[in-house]
Every structure is written in C-alpha cells, then in structure tokens.
C-alpha cells in the first residue's frame, strides 16, 4: 500500500481528471479479484469494485484520490513547489483512497477464509474537493442497496466523527453585456462586471438577514481584459451553505433573484450553471462507536524519529496559534500530552458530538442513503493548516506510515458490519430515525462539470 499511496501522491489530478489515479486503484483490486463497474455516475474516474461470498449484508467502503489546485510541493520543510502552480495532495486523498483500498481487499480474504460472508465494496470517488462525485454518484443510485457505509480522513489526531457539516449550492451567474471603449464610448457600453459587483454587494447585503449557521462565499471567475474595455462578459461563481437542505435551498433562490436585479440595474443579461450540490452529513453514531472500539484494539501509528523531525519543522512554518487552536479540542489528559508533541497518533473520544463544522462534504450524500460514518487518522503535524503546502508533504512522507492503521479501522469495523447482525440493525434504526427520504440537491439534466477543476 505504501508504494500505491506514494505512486498517487506523485501523480496529483484535480478533480474529474483522475485517470492515473483511478487507473492505480482499478488494477490493484482488480488483481485481488473485485469486479470494477467504470464511469459510475457519468464521471470516467468514478467506478465500484465489488467481490461478493455467500449471503450476507453489503457493506460499502468510501475512497478519494483527487488532489488540490496551486499546491504542489516537495517533501521539504520549506515552500518548495515540484511543478510551479501545479496541483499537490494538500488533503491527503492519496492516503484515503489506498487505505480504503487495501481495506476492502482485507474483508475479502477474510470471507475467503469463511469468516463473513456478504458483499463488500470500494467506491472510488472522485471531484470530493470540488464536491461532485459522491452527489452525482448518488443520483445514479451507486449507493442505494447499501447496507451500511464506513469512510476516514487524514487529520493531526486520531478519533470517530460524530459531528454534522453543511449542505451546499455550488453555481455559477454570467452576465453579458456590451463592449465599448470605456472612455470614448462610455454610452454604448454595459458592464458585465459591474453586473457581478453589484450582486456581488447585494449578498453582502443579503448576510445580515441569513442565519448566523448560513455561509456564502464567491470567487469572480472572470471581469475583463483592460479598463478602457467596458467588459462584455463577466462571471461568479458562489457557494451557498446551510445546516439543511431546506435552508440552502431559500438562500439560494434569494441570490438568484439578487442576480436578476444586477442584470437589470445594468441592463445585462444573466444565466446561471449549477455545478453541484451536498446534503449535510448525519455521523451514524452505532458505525462510531464501532470505530472507537477497534481504535482501542489496533496499535496506534508508530512514527519514526525522523517523522518527529520533520513534522517539527513543519510546526515552526504554521500560522501563529494554529496548535492552540488545535488543542482548545482536546480533552484531558490529551490537552497535556499533545502540547509539546509533534504528532500525536493516540485515539480520542469523538470531540463534535452535536456540533456542525463549517464545511461541506458529498459524504453527507452517501450518509442520506445508507448508515454512514468516519474517522480521523493522525497523518499530520498536530496544528497543520488543512489544504496547506505543509499537509502536502505530510501526506507524501511520514503521513504514509499510517495507511495500513487507518486500513485496518476501516476492514475491522467494515467486519463487525457485516458479522454483527445487532449492531448492524441498531445502525440501520438509527439511520431510519435520523433521515427523510433521499432526493438529489441536483437540478434535472445537470452533467457533471468536467470543466471547473481543466488545468
């Protein structure tokens, strides 16, 4: 797994351009006798891998593999890009999709051996940073006969997830105006860009009147070549995010019509593309608490003093405050063994119960439609920035010693999954309580954008 880890890490692709990636994933399963069903959900680099024994339940194990634009990185204590302006593996998707991997292939033998017996699954998931594939891998049902879902994420500690995360819009506005020489012929020409300013400005305005859990960020994608050129076209693209569904859906509807009155004090006109959307993630807390037990079964990770090394250094590059941050988590006596660490592999309790991150994840999808959870794996130095140069070289050196650890949570409870007729029904129940019916975020005869993440 080791090498397979460091053979994505030195290959990184953006999302929905994974071909090497999933290339690697498909052959090292394939040989392990799974059968690989490609281009799941419309998107070539998404694909499940599948090997079935006997009767039994089936369980589903998540993986990613696409990387992070603009961070390319040497394994190095100092900024040091290998390719200039290149894409890098900033959130250790090289790690989770080989973990994942190598899990599946471990309950495999195990049913070889006759000891579970059922269906288990690797899902390769492409775009996750841009959100995309897990959403529209669930509108083609990829997740529906699922029993149950178990997934992790490369961090700087090592716990279950119980907490939540945000629904989300992501979509674009284009305004098309006329060009004119903005000196000259300033009568003649209307503003594309000032189009998107003003929306822009009028969701400023909008914040004061969204719940305080609502987050609405937006990044022009293009304004104009010169400013004696009245732009003609001009484009933003906004994410929309909510506790629920419901909630992302109302503030949206308000943007749009924010858009509609921009093109209209400009006298432009506006179209909208929908890239993706994201349900909020519901952590079965059964599938934890399962996690948390074979946390205390396993090893923890045993990094070398050169990994201690390193990741001290790395520490000396964070942001002031980013271990403090950190820790202000942390519960005794781990507030006290991490603060003079460099890495800290040892299991905690779940830290987020009850609680909802800032962020998104198409992981809330799967979580819609089947009993799902995760975990964090230290693969980290303790305060690393997430999607920082820093993580980069984590996740290409000393972060791969953890991949066999988090491959082993991951078959281990996947195992408990399948065998454990109990807990997988108190799983289920809890799932049947905690959700509605599925429905995709996704706008009828919405594609997957292959376009948004082109180098």
Known sequence: MDELALELWENPELGLHEEHSAAQLKEFLSEEGFEIETGVGGMPTAFVAAYSEGEGPTIGILGEYDALPGLSQAVS??????????PGHGCGHNLFGTAGAGAAVA????????????EIRFYGCPAEETLVGKTFMARDGAFDDLDAAVTWHPSDHTAPQRGSSLALDSLSFRFEGESSHAAADPENGRSALDAVELMNAGSEYMREHVPEEVRVHYNIQEGGSAPNVVPA?????????????????????WLREIADGAATMTQTDVSERYYTGASRLVSNSVIADTFRENMEEAEPVSFDQEAHELAARLQETFPEGSLESTLEDFEEPHVEEAADAALYPEPMDAFDEGESGGGSTEVGDV??????????ATTWALGTPGHSWQAVVANGDFGRTAVPYAAKLLAGSAFDLLTDEERLAEAQAEFEEETEPYETPLPEGTEPPFDLTEE
Do not use: C, H, L
């Not at 309950?107 to 051996?113: G, L």
């Not at 979580?367 to 964090?376: G, H, K, N």
């Open 367 to 376: 979580s819609q439609i089947t009993p799902t959870a995760q975990f964090r």
């Open 107 to 118: 309950v495999k033998q195990a049913m070889e051996r006759g000891d579970a017996a059922g």
């Open 233 to 253: 076209e001009a484009s933003v693209w906004y994410f929309v995010r909510a506790p629920e569904r419901e909630g992302v859906d109302r503030v949206t509807e």
């Open 77 to 86: 204590a100092e900024r040091e890009p290998i390719e200039e302006s290149g």
